[in-house]
């Protein structure tokens, strides 16, 4: 199965890590089986 995040810089913020951390977060929830795409873009102004 796959899980698209969509969003602004909430959704792809990475705080320091290589991937974005919402990213990071679900892949731990879910199962393996679950493909976590994170579409987050951060505005610009």
Request: with cysteine; glycine share 12%; aromatic share 4%.
């Amino acid at each position: 199965m796959r899980l698209v995040c969509f969003g602004d810089s909430i959704t792809g913020r990475t705080e320091g890590h290589e991937h974005p951390l919402l990213t990071i977060k679900l892949k731990a929830k879910l199962s393996e089986e679950w493909e976590v795409i994170n579409a987050g873009v951060a505005g610009k102004l």
